[in-house]
């Protein structure tokens, strides 16, 4: 008998992942289609009866909107709910609100593609009064600012969640909550990587789309018993597939 099951959603599709643009911990919405992927993971987790009575997600206003729009599909109302910056999405530094594809000409596109894609290369950083540095953000006033990114790899986005996973999340699982996670595709693939053991080389490979549920069953020692996506597995394949191969055109197109 499984002993948890942790469902894992990053959010619907943002205004700048359709304009191409990097995002990183800049506060950026939902796009149309990104509110239409929310309310249908929701419905996806309503059909298979899916119970949740704990939320975690980042504080960024886009997986925060998933978050809302999933549970109002769901018809649940004053779910516990813990906000942390721990979650964000990695911090893209001198890059965030760029066009990938006049970065990819500016830089060349090895090297973007070597920032975006490799596991401990982190892009070029923001200056300390740059306002895109987060000390700016009334968000974290509350954090020391040697804590915050000037800019971040995949694996300084898998240390900075991991206090996270030690402390609130881990016990939390154990304690038999029922736990949604919301969070961006970067931390979503530090969790990931964390629950699947996954090198630093397989990594790099692992895509998360966009409003899908990903679920994960555990055992008592929260290894991974099974894990699977919510929805049509063809399409959800497919998306997966297009996510990777769009991510590297789009740098010269």
């Given at each position: 008998m499984n002993k948890y099951r942790l469902i894992l959603l990053r959010h619907g599709e943002s205004l700048w992942n359709l304009q191409n643009r990097f995002t990183g911990w800049t506060d950026i919405d939902l796009s149309d289609n990104g509110i239409i992927e929310?309310?249908?993971?929701?419905?996806?987790?309503?059909?298979?009866?899916?119970?949740?009575?704990?939320?975690?997600t980042s504080k960024l206003k886009r997986a925060i909107s998933t978050m809302e729009l999933c549970l109002n599909q769901m018809k649940l109302k004053n779910i516990e709910?813990?906000?942390?910056w721990r979650l964000n999405e990695r911090h893209y530094g001198a890059l965030q609100g760029l066009n990938k594809t006049?970065?990819?000409?500016?830089?060349?596109?090895?090297?973007?593609?070597n920032w975006r894609r490799s596991y401990d290369t982190a892009p070029p950083k923001v200056n300390i009064d740059d306002k895109r540095h987060p000390k700016f953000n009334n968000y974290y006033k509350s954090i020391k600012t040697k804590e915050l990114p000037f800019s971040e790899s995949l694996k300084d986005t898998v240390?900075?969640?991991?206090?996270?996973w030690d402390k609130k999340i881990t016990p939390s699982i154990e304690s038999g909550r029922n736990i949604l996670i919301v969070a961006h595709g970067n931390s979503i693939r530090a969790l990931v990587?964390?629950?699947?053991k996954i090198s630093n080389q397989e990594i790099i490979n692992l895509n998360i789309p966009t409003g899908v549920p990903l679920?994960?069953?555990l055992d008592y020692d929260l290894n991974v018993l099974k894990d699977f996506y919510l929805g049509n597995q063809n399409e959800i394949n497919n998306r997966i597939e297009s996510v990777s191969k769009e991510g590297l055109k789009k740098l010269t197109n």
């Open positions: 929310a309310k249908n993971a929701g419905n996806l987790l309503l059909k298979e009866r899916f119970n949740i009575n704990l939320i975690f709910t813990h906000y942390e006049d970065t990819a000409i500016k830089y060349g596109e090895s090297k973007v593609l240390n900075r969640f991991l206090p996270l990587k964390i629950l699947r679920i994960y069953e």
